[in-house]
């Protein structure tokens, strides 16, 4: 194999194995039964937080890529989506087995709020889930493009759905907040400025 491959697949498992960190450190966590005297509790807190990292290091390669010039990360966007994807799944059985009831929180997503977003936000980062593959991208076209900007939806869900569960202390979710709508403002602020060009030069498309 040539080195430039080998740099690629040792890349390639750095990044694959860094973001699954976190799940063989629960994990261990549990089996050395670290989780703290309510377990249910921590597993889907840290879960829920973990999907929530995600979802903000894939909102931040556009503007790497924009900013920095990293192009390289653009390749892993899928891959950091797809652990968010993960990690929600993880949180959300966590939820609805040790947290919740499977009864009480089919109940709850009706009644219960934060439950409603929380739902909402997990069904549109399964659509983007399912839709990620290399033949699905070239099947939906421009849709795709338009589909997946649902992160952005799904981000401001998550957050609302941390906003309404927190009873005391906000810094965390205020900090995410912050976060997520400078890299959404930032997108907003791209997307602008290349509508102006466009309107003044229409020739030119980017
Ligand atoms: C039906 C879907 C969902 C349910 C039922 C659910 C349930 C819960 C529950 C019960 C908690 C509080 C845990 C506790 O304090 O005991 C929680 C916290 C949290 N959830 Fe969810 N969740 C859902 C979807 C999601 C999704 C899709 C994400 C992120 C992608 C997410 C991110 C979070 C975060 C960040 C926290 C706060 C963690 C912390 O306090 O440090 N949740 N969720």
Redesign the pocket.
Known sequence: MQPKGNFHVLRWWLIFSSLLAPFCYLVGLIATQKTGP?P??FI??????W??N??VVCLCITPLNQLMGWRWTVKYRRMVGLY??F??TV??AA??LL??DVEI?LE??VKRP??????I??II?TLLAITSPKPMVRRLGKRWKTLHKGIYL??L??LI??FW??RADYT??II?STLVALLLAYRLFRALKQNIQRQHNPLRSS
């Open positions: 309510d249910g509790e889907t807190r840290f879960t829920g937080e999907a929530l995600m979802l968010a994807w990690y929600a949180h959300l939820a609805s947290v919740l929180l709850d997503i934060y439950v409603t977003v929380g739902f936000a997990f980062l799904a981000s869900l998550v759905h941390y569960l927190t965390d979710p995410y």
